[in-house]
């Protein structure tokens, strides 16, 4: 096969680099730190080190800011894990299961879970890249904005599946989710809504609130115990999950980096949104879906294979077409054309060298990845063994850092504290905060592209019908929706046919 003689000559050409390995490694570092504070995204990472690649070979600088992608995607997994703090969005759907874990004393598992299946993701997503490039990208293309609008509403369904305990607790947070996205500039007339004259208002704070749902919630909550944390999650333990555990995991995880392949193909959606579809189907196609939510290897792998699998996926259509899947491969492309490459099919046709060598850097940094976090989870892991006296304080900390970081504002901040409260308050009455976060990532995707599909319709709603790809998606869309209703119906009608048949 061409492809494979191609990818062969790549890694021949990349041992002859030194430097780029070298960069490689460091980029994978810089992203796994930036990716675990609190605010600083992949996104700024790569938008950071942008300015340092002019001047290098393109290969060197590509892969260096790969690196921090590909690190920053995963990185944000280790805090979601051990301290309830997502380090990206992308961890808010791994903090569900993860900190449960952690609370177990099993973090040492979930991070080693986490980072076994973020390497298998972004490993089969690159393959896929390599072998399959044209053909996915050919299916994005078919992607405007009623299937974009159909897949965000698919992936509000999910608000179901993470509810919890009360399904209607989980969809008043979603709703609420729902009301704060629409603060902000209108998406098509472009005039204010609910911004009460504030300026920092005018697009969602989405991250400040996240983070304070998540972090400040959870130090908040901490606040009212003192000393050590429980001695049960005071030490890592094994880190390396066992095979006859793992192996049960391994369905879950193709699946999940399929998905995320899939969603990270389609310009626009992003690790986020793949986390949190790879989260729900995980849950459904269990056998123990009652144990999601209260500490499920499960759902640690199906959120972090399907978000790492995003990676290849999102530079699919930016390589093929010059179409960026999400934010980081957008700020990637300014790193092509800062190098004078012209992505698409031209690129593959011109410089196949140059792109297939880029190809196996990128699983060189997939394997960089693997082995940098396995190797400094044991250090990373001595913070559950902090007093509380110095870990909460320091959580907040983070918290005003990464939040402030973002736009330099104290508002922001303020934001973030609110949040923390609202969250803290939530945890007492039972109310999930995941719903809210889930919301305000596909409430914008939905009602922007909802609005443009009715635009080119010329107002008529016939394009959530006949156009086969958005019909599907939204019938795919109340399954998911209405499953957990009748799945928790059917186990009711189970429990009391097995409670009179006892009591008889």
């Known amino acids: 096969m061409q492809e494979l003689n191609l990818l062969l000559n790549g890694f021949a050409a990349l041992a002859h680099q030194p430097l780029a390995l070298l960069l490689s490694v460091i980029g994978v ?22 300015p340092f690649t002019f001047g290098m070979d393109p290969v060197s600088g590509l892969l260096m800011i790969s690196g921090v992608y590909f690190g920053g995607v995963y990185g944000g997994s280790i805090t979601a894990i051990l301290l309830k703090i997502p380090g990206t969005p992308a961890a808010a759907a791994t903090a569900i299961d993860g900190f449960e874990l952690t609370k177990k004393g099993m973090a040492g598992i979930a991070l080693g879970t986490a980072t076994i299946s973020s390497f298998i993701g972004g490993t089969l997503s690159v393959i896929v890249l390599v072998f399959m490039a044209p053909l996915l990208a050919g299916v994005a293309l078919e992607f405007s904005a009623s299937e974009t609008f159909a897949l965000a509403v698919f992936g509000l369904s999910i608000i179901a599946s993470i509810s919890g305990k009360s399904l209607v607790k989980g969809l008043i947070a979603g709703f609420v989710g729902l009301l704060i996205s629409t603060v902000g500039l209108d998406p098509m007339g472009g005039y204010p809504r609910f911004t009460g004259g504030f300026v920092e208002l005018m697009s969602v704070p989405f991250i400040p609130v996240m983070i304070g749902l998540f972090a400040a919630a959870e130090a908040f909550k901490s606040m009212e115990t003192s000393g050590l944390l429980k001695n049960k999650a005071a030490a890592l333990g094994r880190i390396i999950p066992p095979w006859s555990v793992y192996k049960g995991l391994l369905w879950t995880v193709l699946r999940s980096s399929g998905l995320g392949i899939f969603i990270g193909s389609i310009p626009g959606a992003g690790a986020d949104i793949a986390a949190f579809v790879a989260y729900n189907e995980a849950k459904r196609f269990s056998k123990h879906p009652e144990n999601f939510g209260k500490g499920e290897l499960a759902g640690v792998a199906a959120c972090e294979s399907g978000a790492n699998g995003c990676t290849g996926g999102a530079m699919l259509p930016m390589l093929t077409l010059g179409i960026p899947g999400d934010a980081t491969t957008a700020v990637m492309l300014g790193a092509l054309t800062l190098q004078g490459l012209q992505p698409g099919p031209l690129l593959f046709k011109d410089h196949s060298d140059l792109v297939f060598t880029l190809f196996a850097g990128l699983l060189f940094c997939y394997v960089v990845m693997l082995l940098v976090g396995l190797g400094s989870l044991r250090f990373i892991g001595k913070i559950l063994q902090m007093p509380k006296s110095i870990l909460t304080p320091t959580i907040l900390a983070l918290c005003v850092v990464g939040t402030y970081a973002i736009n330099n504002s104290m508002f922001d901040i303020g934001i973030m ?45 016939d394009f959530l019908y006949t156009r086969p790809i958005t019909a599907t998606f939204l019938v795919i869309a109340l399954l998911s929706m209405f499953y957990p209703v009748l799945r928790r119906f059917q186990q009711k009608r189970k429990a009391a046919r097995l409670g009179s048949t006892s009591a008889a």
């Open 29 to 50: 570092a810089v992203g796994i730190v930036i990716g675990a504070m609190p605010g600083l995204t992949a996104t700024m990472g790569v938008a950071i080190l942008l």
């Open 417 to 461: 504290l609110a949040a923390g409260v609202l969250g803290y308050f939530m945890e007492k009455w039972d109310f999930p905060p995941s719903p809210i976060v889930l919301a305000l990532i596909m409430g914008p995707m939905a009602e922007s592209n909802f609005r443009r599909a009715l635009s080119l319709s010329n107002g008529s709603y």
